[in-house]
């Protein structure tokens, strides 16, 4: 379990929530034994110092006695028989620290001895509510656990059907060479195969450098040159920042894939895709242009890629990544938009502008 200590702000935290249990403790000592205010305070201070500390250790015993997996009579006997010692070993203690204070108060040590039931009673009171805080903070630590294990399963499950779908569309493409252009469809097979293996490569790590995403764009884009010729042409234009940036793999190409089918596929010219990346406010904006024809036939369309592009967006950073769509006839524009997670320092900073196939 992760202890307070292990970060500033959660021994911040800790010692904040514990000024409060010290003053009820001090007012509580003082009542009980005619303490003024400054001998109450200076049996206190270091007492809930102390309390602090021991009340610490039921996270330890709370991961070996779960609430949910033991039995009821085992964590009522584990939990207040270890009470019951503390609070012991805290009252036997404390009047060393009372006998070491009667150098200034010279009468404390009497006047204490009316305050050790109650010093008892409260520090067995505080370990039996720190057991309870501690149960607590492990359901809300299993909860996010399993939050993170969902998003994860989602995130597989998503990312398992991209290659399925493009291979698909990719079998229907070769299906249709092997009568037109055997050739073709042989260099199509051959190139594909080198995608499949690059993507399956990437496909097996949770995130993966912009750059290495952009070379597996790439690849595909080898591949549908091979179908589409002069009819497809590409400008790129990367800022070299953008390449360190970590993004879930084979995020990309679904988008180009979208542009090629519905735009590039329905004009009888052929046309452009233009994609671009850049850094802006701790953020890395992509988009990807493409011109469509308003006239042509509508197509069935599926809409999977910019389905599982914004579900995966959503599993992996939830509401903080953004796709959005801008139709402004006779062009098509997509707007990914991730926070940015990498080393500008390690980056070549110059842009790669690429134009053609």
Same mark, same amino acid.
């Given at each position: 379990?992760?202890?307070?200590?292990?970060?500033?702000?959660?021994?911040?935290?800790?010692?904040?929530?514990?000024?409060?249990?010290?003053?009820?403790?001090?007012?509580?000592?003082?009542?009980?034994?005619?303490?003024?205010?400054?001998?109450?305070?200076?049996?206190?201070?270091?007492?809930?110092?102390?309390?602090?500390?021991?009340?610490?250790?039921?996270?330890?015993?709370? $991961?070996?006695?779960?609430?949910?997996?033991?039995?009821?009579?085992?964590?009522?006997?584990?939990?207040?028989?270890?009470?019951?010692?503390?609070?012991?070993?805290?009252?036997?203690?404390?009047?060393?620290?009372?006998?070491?204070?009667?150098?200034?108060?010279?009468?404390?040590?009497?006047?204490?001895?009316?305050?050790?039931?109650?010093?008892?009673?409260?520090?067995?009171?505080?370990?039996?509510?720190?057991?309870?805080?501690?149960?607590?903070?492990?359901?809300?630590?299993?909860?996010?656990?399993?939050?993170?294990?969902?998003?994860?399963?989602?995130?597989?499950?998503?990312?398992?059907?991209?290659?399925?779908?493009?291979?698909?569309?990719?079998?229907?493409?070769?299906?249709?060479?092997?009568?037109?252009?055997?050739?073709?469809?042989?260099?199509?097979?051959?190139?594909?195969?080198?995608?499949? $293996?690059?993507?399956?490569?990437?496909?097996?790590?949770?995130?993966?450098?912009?750059?290495?995403?952009?070379?597996?764009?790439?690849?595909?884009?080898?591949?549908?040159?091979?179908?589409?010729?002069?009819?497809? $042409?590409?400008?790129?234009?990367?800022?070299?920042?953008?390449?360190?940036?970590?993004?879930?793999?084979?995020?990309?190409?679904?988008?180009?894939?979208?542009?090629?089918?519905?735009?590039?596929?329905?004009?009888?010219?052929?046309?452009?895709?233009?994609?671009?990346?850049?850094?802006?406010?701790?953020?890395?904006?992509?988009?990807?242009?493409?011109?469509?024809?308003?006239?042509?036939?509508?197509?069935?369309?599926?809409?999977?890629?910019?389905?599982?592009? $914004?579900?995966?967006?959503?599993?992996?950073?939830?509401?903080?990544?953004?796709?959005?769509?801008?139709?402004?006839?006779?062009?098509?524009?997509?707007?990914?938009?991730?926070?940015?997670?990498?080393?500008?320092?390690?980056?070549?900073?110059?842009?790669?502008?690429?134009?053609?196939?």
């Amino acid at each position: 379990m992760r202890l307070p200590f292990q970060s500033k702000t959660g021994l911040l935290a800790y010692a904040a929530a514990w000024m409060p249990l010290g003053a009820m403790l001090g007012f509580a000592l003082g009542s009980a034994a005619d303490l003024r205010w400054f001998e109450s305070a200076s049996v206190t201070v270091p007492l809930t110092g102390l309390l602090a500390v021991v009340c610490l250790l039921p996270g330890y015993m709370c $991961r070996f006695l779960p609430l949910t997996k033991s039995p009821p009579w085992k964590l009522l006997a584990s939990h207040l028989v270890t009470a019951m010692w503390m609070s012991a070993i805290v009252a036997t203690l404390v009047p060393f620290l009372v006998q070491f204070l009667t150098r200034c108060f010279p009468t404390l040590a009497i006047r204490f001895r009316a305050a050790i039931p109650v010093l008892t009673g409260m520090v067995f009171l505080f370990y039996l509510m720190s057991i309870a805080l501690h149960y607590l903070l492990q359901a809300v630590e299993s909860s996010k656990q399993a939050e993170i294990l969902a998003r994860e399963a989602e995130l597989r499950a998503l990312k398992s059907q991209i290659n399925p779908h493009f291979l698909f569309n990719s079998l229907n493409s070769i299906s249709a060479l092997t009568s037109l252009d055997p050739a073709k469809a042989r260099e199509m097979c051959i190139r594909l195969s080198e995608f499949l $293996r690059s993507s399956l490569r990437l496909g097996e790590r949770t995130s993966v450098p912009f750059g290495e995403e952009l070379a597996l764009t790439s690849t595909y884009l080898d591949v549908e040159q091979v179908r589409f010729g002069a009819r497809l $042409r590409v400008t790129r234009d990367f800022e070299g920042a953008c390449n360190t940036c970590e993004v879930p793999p084979l995020l990309l190409q679904p988008l180009v894939e979208n542009a090629i089918k519905h735009g590039v596929a329905s004009l009888v010219e052929g046309g452009e895709i233009t994609m671009s990346a850049r850094i802006s406010n701790e953020r890395l904006h992509f988009i990807i242009e493409n011109r469509f024809d308003p006239d042509a036939p509508a197509q069935r369309k599926s809409g999977f890629g910019l389905m599982n592009v $914004r579900k995966r967006l959503q599993a992996r950073y939830g509401g903080a990544a953004s796709l959005d769509i801008q139709v402004e006839n006779p062009l098509y524009r997509v707007l990914l938009s991730v926070p940015y997670n990498g080393k500008k320092g390690m980056a070549v900073n110059e842009d790669a502008r690429n134009t053609g196939g």
